[in-house]
């Protein structure tokens, strides 16, 4: 073999090995964009805009800004609005949709969910923000100390919402003309750990003003670092004026996060939102806004107040003021607390209302009541991915299983159209009959079952772990509640589905039949109309009817309780 040869054949080597590498280099442009992430949710891909600064430097930590749309609006228009790029003159929401603008370059990289399109930010279109979240970090570095929120309208209330629930995620947010959903509001004492900018308008129609006033004045009497800008006869166009010149960019530029702050105050009633820095909750008096005011009085020394709070741990790996193996001095609603800890302790009530104790190395008994990941309400199974189950047990006609089939689809049809306007949830879980469940739809899904034990395969498996049954053959009642099985939620709705007379009222976020899925608790029962209930209650901490429950659902008659 002559040498020409070998080294026509080694430059041909070469020449492919290069060609291979550049393929596997390819990098995404500068600039706007949309890229998309699977979500677990319903097995879809799903959309998010992606603005990437010029001269991108893939081994560089750039900051980053999460922006949530508001209502009739999508992740390009966002993407466009934080630029303070609005639609051309005469140019609709469609047209303004197909393309992007050119805007002045900044050194961020900027992220816009979908989520779903017009259904708020809560549920699945939450765990959406989250999901976009995590797919940027997994595709770029990011500056984990410099990842701001912001939104406008429907998207200025998430923006309320899922910074508050979660503070020690961002360094800052900016909320514009806030429609929060209900239960934020009471969670403002977490503004107190991150600084917040509002923008309104004082003539907005659609937002009135004063829930913003309201909003900066509680917080200024907390003492958060709260600023506000009201745009004198503006109407629900706010944000117009509030992201003009990319001013959003120059005002986060003044903020970063402080992972290990000296003082920490969150408040919390839910176990899914358990955290901020370095204090976690473990266990929540049942129903109640649970509370903690923390902060380190010197090394080693911290001064605690609680409200509502039954256990909690505090964990100081890395925290300049704690010095591992040394004494940790802990006054705790105004008790002293002694301990010696690595980095980790957690505390609790001897009794209710009791005495605060450090828990020790000694074997404790496993907690089986309510906790993170098993504690309702009723849209908690609603929440993450779920199936929608009809039974088959009972051998129905037909005609039977038709109906069935039909109660089942109408309320796996998050999709239904709204108008123009509201367009579609874009959201596709699935129906299954029991006998089409899967081990791997147990193991990974919530499941909606429909029916009774008599007549779902599923419900009758768990019968004599079920606290209540709906008698056989009622059809006056409806009767849904939501239990933790097996690592996941069941929710059981027999006799009237959960939207039998609800009325078509209010701002059509969602559709009719889950309209009223945000307010119900761990249980309802009804007669008639689910307009009219006899019991919306929680179970009690022990995954129990409480006695009044089940008093009233003796007296109805149409109910069996399980022993």
């Known amino acids: 073999m002559g040498s020409n040869w070998k080294n026509a054949v080694l430059s041909l080597t070469l020449s492919l090995a290069a060609i291979h590498a550049d393929v596997l280099a390819q990098k995404l442009p500068s ?149 929060p959903p209900a239960g934020t509001f009471e969670l403002a004492p977490n503004a107190t750990n991150f600084p917040v900018h509002f923008f309104h308008g004082d003539a907005d129609p659609v937002v009135p003003v004063a829930g913003t006033q309201k909003w900066v004045a509680t917080l200024q009497d907390l003492g958060a670092e709260v600023s506000y800008k009201e745009f004198v006869d503006v109407k629900h166009d706010s944000w117009v004026n509030a992201y003009d010149s990319e001013y959003i960019f120059q005002w986060f530029d003044d903020y970063k996060r402080n992972p290990h702050p000296d003082h920490v105050r969150f408040v919390s ?114 929440a993450s991915r779920h199936v929608y189950v009809y039974g088959t047990a009972d051998n129905p006609s037909p005609e039977e299983l038709r109906k069935r089939v039909d109660i089942a689809t109408q309320a796996a049809s998050w999709s239904q159209y709204r108008g123009e306007f509201l367009g579609r949830i874009m959201f596709f879980p699935r129906v299954l009959a029991d006998k089409e469940v899967r081990p791997s739809d147990i193991e990974s899904s919530n499941l909606i079952l429909f029916g009774t034990k008599e007549t779902n395969a599923l419900i009758a498996k768990h019968a004599d772990m079920l606290p209540v049954h709906l008698k056989k053959g009622d059809t006056a009642h409806g009767l849904f509640y939501i239990l933790p099985m097996e690592g996941h939620y069941i929710a059981v709705s027999s006799g009237l589905p959960w939207w039998t007379g609800v009325k078509d009222e209010g701002f059509p976020f969602v559709s009719i039949v889950h309209r009223k899925l945000p307010e119900f608790k761990d249980i309802i029962f009804f007669k008639d109309s689910a307009a009219n209930l006899l019991i919306d209650n929680y179970f009690t901490q022990e995954w129990k009817l409480d006695d009044d429950t089940k008093r009233k659902l003796s007296a109805s008659g149409a109910v069996d309780i399980t022993p």
Request: proline fraction near 5%; glycine fraction near 10%; aromatic fraction near 12%.
């Open 269 to 382: 009633k839910q176990y899914k939102y358990d955290k901020a820095f370095w204090v976690t909750f473990n266990r929540i008096a049942a129903g109640k806004l649970a509370e903690i005011d923390a902060k380190f009085t010197k090394e080693n020394a911290l001064d605690i107040k609680t409200q509502n709070l039954e256990k909690f741990t505090l964990n100081l790996k890395n925290h300049p003021k704690f010095k591992p193996g040394a004494a940790l001095t802990l006054k705790i609603d105004g008790s002293n607390v002694n301990a010696r800890t690595d980095s980790v302790v957690t505390l609790f009530r001897e009794s209710a209302g009791g005495k605060w104790a450090v828990e020790g190395a000694t074997i404790m008994s496993i907690y089986t009541g309510k906790k993170k990941g098993a504690e309702g309400p009723i849209y908690a199974a609603f």
């Open 31 to 179: 600039g706007p964009q949309v890229l998309t992430f699977f979500s677990d949710a319903d097995d879809t891909e799903q959309p998010y805009g992606l603005y990437l600064p010029q001269n991108f430097d893939e081994n560089k930590k750039y900051p980053l800004v999460i922006m949530l749309h508001g209502a009739g609006s999508n992740h390009r228009l966002a993407l466009r609005r934080v630029f303070g790029k609005s639609n051309a003159e005469g140019e609709t929401d469609v047209e303004a949709t197909r393309y992007f603008p050119k805007w002045d370059n900044v050194d961020y990289i900027v992220a816009s969910p979908y989520a779903r399109g017009t259904a708020g930010y809560q549920g699945v279109p939450e765990q959406d923000v989250y999901d976009v979240l995590a797919d940027v970090k997994r595709r770029f570095k990011i500056d984990e100390d410099r990842t701001y929120l912001t939104g406008l309208s429907m998207g200025g209330g998430g923006t309320l919402w899922i910074g508050l629930t979660r503070p020690d995620i961002w360094a800052a947010i900016a909320p514009v003309c806030p429609a």
